[in-house]
């Protein structure tokens, strides 16, 4: 199949092999990821069992500012990936280019705002940690200090992967991504351990090694992006952004990813209580979790792989007013997810013993991470497709949809569950990923009622024209009950009502 749209009316075999051309390269990405993952791990819990513990709490910091900063890649993958199934090459020029400047500048934001607010709050959030100089709370404030400077190269790199991603290239973040993470782990064996002169600098090492990585990332997603033979590039020249089709595309990405900035801001404020309830059970304990997050993140970079294939195809698929098929490839998509993450859920289960000695030398720490993955293997099928299924609502357009699923389900289940595991019934560790899972059950039963009624589907979409991008045009009910035409709209056609 093309790059660049979803197959038309083809079978689910078909359609499956194409969600999976798609997908692999972004799961390749998403393993070679996870395999830097292990290395900073690996390489910190060998240093210090401070750092790896410190991970714990600077981990969770670090990706929730990154999570909300880059927010706006949810609407540029759906109006880019509209763009393109719509034939409108023009308009993913303009919406490429409107969210790199947006990346740019709230990358900016966060990285001057996390570092006048969060570093000082570090104490007084998480009071349990040790405030010893080798503690977790010393280390963890060594590496945001640093760190927190690779905000705006970041979300550079997510909005111009989510643009290429959306236009259905996924081997050029792949090589990107190759290329950077190489680059890491190199960077992280010469200065976390001090090699080749280098010296040793710990959490510190590890942190000019990720900022380093991310500007490098960015770079690199820019010059390919400069590539005038793509369906996403930049356009040459910035000026028309802001004529009135450029004000349109800033509206139609701004409507798009307000919901998602939202969802991701409240489900974040409840994942950092989530993280105070695991920082309640001490340094060991938040060491264990951080070896159950590296092993676990094998299966979920897996599963982003497959949503975002999903999301890019839906979104395409509803660009050219074929909801029903827009459908057809979200549940194709999350079997698929459901499928691979099950047999990652086995394999955490028969190598429970062996997976957490790779990441930390303790054998008490192991001891606790083993027990607590049959939790976690158990957890696999709900989270592929509660993954799935909001990445592909997202794609659709309702945003507002999914936000509110997820705040529910962050707050309503996983906060209340995780304490009555832990604070109540006193099972650790293991209580900690019971709440998540159940979180990730009532996720994925919520979102699936959704997606099989289409309601996500007749989220009001955001569609190309030769107008620019704008709402499409629903017909207005008088006061009293009659339909009014749209101004300037024309009669819906049949792919309008189906989607309507």
Known sequence: MPASGPPHRASNGAAARDLIALAAP??????????????????????????????????PIEWTLASVSSAFAVGTLALVGRAVGAGDREG????????????????AIVAVVARALVLPALPAAFPNASHAPNGALAFASA?????????????????????????????????????????????????????????PLGVRGAAISTTASYALEALLTLAMLLRTDRAATLRPRLRPLFDARGRSALGALARLSGPAYLEKLVYHT???????????????????????????????????????????????ALGARRAAEAQRLGWI????????????????????HVLPAIVTPRAD????????????????????????????????????????VSVACGFGVRLVAAWCTTAVLHYGVAGIWM??????????????????????????????????????????????????????????????????
């Open 26 to 59: 972004a799961i390749a990405g998403q393993i070679l990821q996870t395999g830097v993952i292990y290395a900073d791990r690996v390489m910190l819990g060998h240093a210090d069992p401070g750092a790896l513990a410190a991970m714990q709490l600077a981990g």
């Open 92 to 107: 993913a020029r303009r919406h490429t280019t409107l969210a790199l400047i947006v990346a740019l500048v709230v990358g």
């Open 143 to 199: 590496y945001l200090e640093i760190a927190l400077f690779a905000a705006p190269f970041y979300c550079v790199g997510v909005a111009g992967m989510s643009a290429m991603s959306a236009a259905g290239d996924t081997v050029t973040p792949l090589a990107i991504g190759i290329a950077v993470n190489l680059v890491h782990v190199a960077v992280n064996w010469l200065l976390i351990g001090g090699h080749l002169g280098a010296p």
């Open 270 to 316: 409840g994942y950092l209580a989530f993280v105070w309830m695991i920082a309640r059970l001490g340094d060991d304990a938040m060491a264990a979790n951080q070896t159950l997050i590296a092993i676990e993140s094998l299966s979920f970079m897996t599963v982003e792989g497959f949503a975002t294939a999903g999301a890019a195809r839906v979104a395409q």
């Open 333 to 352: 998509a999350t079997a698929l997810a459901v499928v691979t993450l099950s047999s990652f859920g086995l394999l955490f289960v028969a190598l429970r």
């Open 365 to 404: 720490l192991q001891a606790t991470a083993a027990n607590a993955l049959f939790v976690v293997g158990l957890a696999q099928p709900f989270m592929a497709a509660g993954v799935v299924l909001g990445q592909a609502g997202r794609g659709a357009g309702a945003t507002r949809e999914v936000m509110w």
């Open 435 to 500: 709440g998540s899972t159940f979180d990730w059950a009532s996720r994925t039963l919520i979102l699936a009622v959704l997606w099989r009624s289409g309601r996500l589907l007749r989220a009001r979409p955001v569609t190309a024209s030769r107008r620019g991008f704008q709402r499409s045009t629903r017909p207005r009910r008088r006061r009293g009950g009659r339909p009014s035409a749209a101004v300037g709209a024309r009669a819906p056609s049949a792919g309008q009502r189906a989607l309507a």
